[in-house]
């Protein structure tokens, strides 16, 4: 046996002499992030094969259980080989460029260690999935770009030839189907080739937007050039024309190889795509495909506006404040102009060779935001968000890391932060206090503002945070120091704040001059815009037709049997829906309960508003912002526009009204029912509702007419409401930080929900109990708790709460005990299929 064995090595030894092949001196081993929510890196072997092309940033095909297969990326590189289990091997590497850089690995680093989750959640929530395939993920062809023989290997034809005839394919099934084992790389040469789409879900089945675009071929490389070329074609107007007009829409950037879309060209001129296709074979143009995610100028390019002496002492104190600090916060009162700064600071920034972050709260407000960076940057500005789908995503992300034109400014929401963004020097936070910031679900459940602040540190670069209503958290670190703090408390050229009404509904319902939830001075007001052809906003917190229906008879309420909340109606639809998981049932005036037909509506939601008004004012156009409005990739921007288009006369919506829009026409805004947010079970009520009130009544009067804003509330002493009327952020800082103080809350200390779920109510609760008494023991925190919170069961799972308050210097030291006690308590045999949510800093 043994002479065999040794034949068989002699053999091995004298093929690796012939074919000269060098023998391995070592092994080499990779930590990898995998996409799961398991603590961790994975140790895999790193093949021979695969020894000198594996880097640290890299995405690689691993096995990860019996017969899974996931991307992972590659942390770190050892020769220290893990003991104690068997190691898998790597079986293909996706990306021979890195994908992530060393900067984002160390913020994904950062993001995992403060917010108490698996590194495998961040990577999962940073990472398009057009970039992570496996093999549960979904693969559609694109049935409009269909290959030719020559541009798909056998492999990769023997695959798309299966996806057409099998549309609900997966990385598993094509596996089975074609026997290939390294299918995850294959799928993804498709994707990357444009002929196949990876997505999560077959119901989000985006689209791959490459758009034509025609640009000067090399060959015309100046004025002069131009001038004879458009010579040749004289006796030839339309080719003439065409040329003609996209040099001159591209300006001097036209001899740089700058394009222009091709449907542009066509509505403009106009023309038509056989003129254009005969200026290509002429060779006076060249046709080109790009993402549709660059944007393209207007033209030529806007330069910047005159700042007034407001807008420029606070540039000029935002230059000081940076020679020292890192961070800023610009408290702007609403109308002030701060956007306006915002494109000074751009501008500078670009001119000094460094690129910039624009972070928004809402996808919705990216509309008037990329039209105005548009106007002075051109397709400088890309835009990220998740209505682009995830191939349109991660080109943009392969272009920012090695693309021949990078954008020097990304547009985005909370995801963008965890781009890979390279020689960032300005980091812009707009509408700073929106908990539209904070991630709730899934893990990782961060604050983009916050990491902001961090990826700002990690690159050298300046961090801008801008508000009208600052969050507390933000304006007290400005107070003490750690931030510095610009004011600009003047509104833009002749704009003045707006005057606010308040209507006391008690006494409008006694006197029986509330027309369902109006009251005759916000529909006096609402009449007279209308008359005068201006806009209106009304702002309503709830969305739906509905909250629920009620019968007055017994008092049943219909209810979600996955959820302990009751069901929304929804009249467009005709459903009584579940926000929470959707579940949904028609809609029927027959009570469940007693069997009498005496359903009945209670409450208001937008829905329920436009309806009412539609009845009211029949003339008027009327359009709703809110959730269900905006599902569709560009919803919100076709209501956004239409409305600054003057296409709509009045616009109901939630708290997506509130966030930074600007509408030159606006004369009204009513606030329906400030109660509910005043009223709301959270010790941030007062300052959201603030907030809010403040932020919806922004909107009114930003040009020379003076605005009005109604809000409704049966509570007009209250001392939030009389802090909007005289616009007294001052005040409502001092009064909630006087309360903070006395009870021990954010930003005073710092604050950790930490949610039990599970099936069983029972085991929940003593589960809760248990975990308690755990973390009770641990010094440097205060545990209250547990609790049943309002809404204690969601998707069948039972809820308990435990509310944990730390001191910021022990922060550090008793989260790791946190960690700990949380560890030590999943492994009792009874609690194992517990499931324990840590929320830091929660919103």
Known sequence: MESAVGSALIQVLKQIILSGTAMPERSIFAEIVIPVPVDGVFTYEVPISMVERVKVGQSVIVPFGDRKLYTGIVVSLTETPPQGFRIKSILDIADERPVVTQKQLELWQWTSSYYMCPIGDVYKAAVPVALRPDSQSKILPVRDNEPSADQLSNDELAVYSILLKDEE???ERLAKNTGFKNILTIVKRLADKGFALITEELRDVPRQRLQKVVRLSERITDADMLNRTLALLTRSKKQHDTLSWIAGFLGSSAFNGKSVQMKIVIEKVPTTPSVIKSLIEKGFLVEDSEDATRLQADGGLQSKSELNPYQQQALDEIHRLFETKQTVLLHGITGSGKTEIYIHMIDETLKAGRRVLYLLPEIALTTQIVQRLKRHFGSKVGVYHSKYSSSERAAL?????????PYQIVLGVRSSVFLPLDNIGLVIVDEEHENSYKQFDPAPRYNARDLAVVLGLMHNAKVLLGSATPSLESYSNATAG?????????????????????????????????KQCFSQTLLSSIDTALSQNEQVILFQNRRGYSPFLECPECGYVPKCKHCDVSLTYHKGIGKLVCHYCGYTINATTTCDHCHQNTMRLAGFGTERIEDELKQIFPQANIARLDTDTTRTKHGGENIIRDFQEQHIDILIGTQMVSKGLDFKNVSIVGILN??????????????????????????????????KVIIQTANPE???????????????????????TQFVYPPVCRLIYITLKHRDRQTVEEGARELFALISQINGLTALGPTTPAVNRIQNLYLMDIVIKLSKADTLRAKADLQQAISFFLQLPKYKTVMVVPNVDPM
């Open 482 to 514: 750690r931030y510095g703090l610009v004011e600009l408390t003047h509104r833009h050229g002749t704009a003045v704040l707006p005057e606010i009404e308040i209507v006391d509904t008690r006494l409008e319902r006694r006197k029986k001059l509330m």
């Open 169 to 171: 394919s997966t990385n």
């Open 674 to 707: 400030a109660d509910n947010m005043l009223s709301f079970p959270d010790f941030r009520a007062y300052e959201r509702s603030f907030q809010l009130m403040a932020q919806v009544s922004g909107r009114a009067g930003r040009q020379d007419k003076l605005g």
């Open 397 to 405: 992300w392969k272009n920012q890391l090695y693309g021949n034109a």
């Open 718 to 740: 209250n001392s939030v409401v009389q802090q909007v009327v005289a616009n007294n952020f001052g005040a409502m800082y001092q009064t909630q930080m006087a309360e903070r």
